[in-house]
């Protein structure tokens, strides 16, 4: 799953091990002016490309400004390469020696929470939150009403094409450009593959995705139908898995004319396509002989507070400052990282650039946001498994509503436990 689910939580491990040292040592006094006086070491972990030189070390580059906006707080700095994927792995194994600010997925909260690992937002910064991102990115950092992290961007994945091999109204629909030219799709990977059974009307935890005892109901026709079409998909001559960069590639060498994935491909695919670069929100796609609309799982990242960090007051302000309209703006301008700050997103600059759109489009208009409920964790390995055997020919068009029902039944006994 590309939140991205593909790192592996090891090597995250090995990276941030170093860096399991406690809060840092520290101390304070009180001034009567200004704010506290204060002097500490604050862990942060990120992910490697924020700290990266090519990309202008925005993670250091907003600390260091986070730090000379507070004088009376003599900070410094520990990084930790840690990112927000692999967070849900790594801090709760040991919650009391993590970063004290790390970045996460939403889609991580709820096993977060059950660790103790992530602190609730109070005050202006809940207030901050709410008042400069949408109910639906709001709710994805909220359990129970209660905030636990600063979205900095929106998290989903859309349509990547060519433009001088399908035309505006080709892009609407799956089935009219399979007609016309090779399509890459990651159908092997439960993130890609659920949305053929978002579009039929499925249900992953209930209606509004937060009752783990509901369950994923893929049963009866519904899910049935789900399956027929991707049976359909795999057996198309012109459809590509995208399996290790194939879609990417056949991008490059002109054998492909369309790919899904998400912003972290942006500047390769730009580079690619040039002036004939295509990005838009999801098509549709036949499912039981009807035009569905796919629905991409979506979601948010998002930056986070150790609960055991002992200067809470600084933690809390840098993930705030790390969240701003300001820290985003750098972050889109050095990366691509496309914001998610409402006052940023009505700018000409943000509002003219057709990855936003498309990222922004499928956020609102054809996604569903991804369960953070537990379940979801045993959901990732056998929805994989299922979308294998379709592209090994053991599911076909005549067998799928046994196999469906032979999916249905293993997800849920396993969410069940």
């Not at 009391?96 to 690992?117: C, I, M, R």
């Not at 948010?300 to 002992?310: E, L, M, R």
């Not at 940023?344 to 208009?365: M, S």
């Not at 379940?375 to 498994?385: H, K, S």
Request: charged share 25%.
């Amino acid at each position: 799953m590309k939140f991205k689910r593909l790192a592996a939580a090891v090597m995250a491990a090995t990276m941030c091990g170093s860096l399991f040292v406690g809060c840092g040592n520290a101390k304070k006094d009180d001034t009567a002016a200004g704010e506290e006086k204060i002097t500490a070491t604050i862990k942060v972990w990120g992910c490697a490309e924020d700290q990266a030189d090519e990309n202008g070390k925005w993670l250091q580059t907003m600390c260091d400004q986070f730090n000379s906006e507070h004088p009376d707080w003599d900070l410094t700095f520990e990084y930790g390469v840690c990112s927000e994927q692999d967070a849900g792995k790594i801090v709760p194994q040991d919650p009391e020696n993590s970063g004290d600010v790390y970045f996460f997925a939403n889609d991580q909260l709820q096993t977060l929470v059950d660790a103790n690992a992530i602190a609730k937002f109070g005050g202006e910064t809940a207030d901050y939150v709410k008042k400069t991102n949408s109910d639906a990115i709001v709710d994805s950092v909220s359990v129970d009403g209660a905030v636990y992290g600063v979205p900095f961007t929106t998290n989903t994945w859309f349509m990547y094409y060519d433009k001088s091999k399908f035309t505006d109204s080709d892009v609407k629909s799956l089935d009219k450009m399979l007609e016309k030219n090779k399509v890459a799709f990651n159908i092997t990977e439960g993130w890609y593959m659920s949305s053929f059974f978002l579009a039929n009307g499925c249900k992953y935890f209930g209606k509004d995705g937060k009752d783990n005892s509901a369950g994923v109901d893929i049963s009866g026709d519904k899910g049935t139908q789900a399956t027929q079409a991707m049976v359909s998909l795999v057996n198309n001559p012109n459809f590509v898995n995208d399996l290790q960069g194939v879609g990417i590639a056949g991008l490059r060498d002109g054998s492909v004319g369309a790919y899904f994935s998400g912003s972290w491909d942006y500047k390769s695919v730009k580079e690619i396509l040039g002036d004939n670069f295509g990005a838009v929100s999801l098509p549709t796609v036949k499912i039981g002989g009807k035009d569905k609309q796919m629905l991409a799982f979506a979601g948010s990242k998002a930056i986070a507070v150790n609960p055991n960090c002992k200067y809470q007051q600084v933690a809390v302000a840098l993930a705030k400052y790390l969240g701003s309209k300001d820290a985003q703006k750098k972050h889109y301008e050095l990366r691509g990282v496309i914001p998610c700050n409402t006052e940023l997103l009505a700018t000409d600059e943000v509002k003219k650039d057709a990855l936003v759109t498309a990222q922004n489009d499928t956020f609102n208009k054809t996604s569903v946001i991804q369960p953070t409920v537990t379940g979801m964790n045993d959901y990732w390995a056998p929805a994989q498994n299922f979308a294998k055997a379709i592209v090994n020919g053991e599911i076909t068009a005549d067998n799928a509503a046994a196999k469906t029902q032979d999916f249905y039944k293993q997800i849920n006994t396993s969410i069940a436990k």
